[in-house]
């Protein structure tokens, strides 16, 4: 898979998010039919879980051509699992390799995974260095407006793409905010200016006319 492929995708991309629990290929397959054009996300897997062999995780990687395009979501913390698992992702035919900075849940935190890497730009890039070096298909990330604020998005993200990102997915609230209030898009338009790569916004689209509404200066919108 080259390296363009998020550039290449025809735009506006339409994005089927990761939703643990539910964005199984079952479901993924069926979103395909009814839009074909869709990009489709697994749920996010483990990536300690990939490398250690979990029956249910590889199983969960035993893709479908039809899914196509896919993106398979990984979390962990160590760069060398990620880009251990991630090169697992690209031998199973996922089109492309995505890395969960957002995730809000509690346990997912304390462990230094999802959401907790915004706070540590050191270790995000490295990770996203690591699994560039891996593997072919692209590397992209899904992450937030911030910890408890926005103030350190645009600082956050020019690192993790000069370490090599070629993607990147915002979902407009805070860590502090996890699923309360509205969605702020107004940063993921400021941000879009400042990033040479595709940006996707996320959070509150409904349906078509909502994703109209939202879309603005960005390459596409994920819907959850």
Request: charged share 25%; with cysteine; hydrophobic share 40%.
């Amino acid at each position: 898979m080259s390296n363009t492929f998020w550039q290449d995708l025809p735009k506006p991309i339409v994005a089927l998010a990761p939703m643990d629990g539910y964005t199984d290929q079952s479901f993924r397959l069926l979103v395909r039919e009814i839009e074909p054009r869709a990009v489709v996300f697994t749920e996010f897997l483990s990536a300690d879980g990939i490398c250690y062999g979990a029956k249910p995780i590889l199983k969960a990687l035993e893709l479908d051509k039809r899914e196509s395009p896919l993106v398979v979501q990984i979390f962990g913390k160590d760069p060398v699992t990620l880009a251990k698992a991630a090169q697992y992702v690209e031998s199973k035919g996922a089109d492309a390799v995505d890395i969960n900075m957002g995730c809000p849940a509690k346990k997912v935190v304390n462990s230094m995974h999802g959401s907790f890497l915004m706070k540590n730009i050191d270790l995000a890039c490295t990770i996203v260095e690591t699994m560039k070096k891996a593997v072919s298909i692209p590397v992209s990330v899904k992450t937030r407006l911030g910890w408890d604020d926005a103030s350190n998005l645009i600082n956050f993200s020019k690192q993790l793409v000069n370490a090599g990102l070629d993607n990147l997915t915002i979902h407009g609230r805070t860590y502090e905010q996890a699923f309360k209030g509205e969605a702020d898009w107004t940063e993921i338009y400021k941000l879009k200016e400042s990033l040479p790569i595709t940006v996707l916004g996320n959070g509150d689209v409904r349906d078509w006319q909502s994703a109209k509404e939202k879309l603005g200066n960005l390459d596409g919108v994920m819907v959850g």
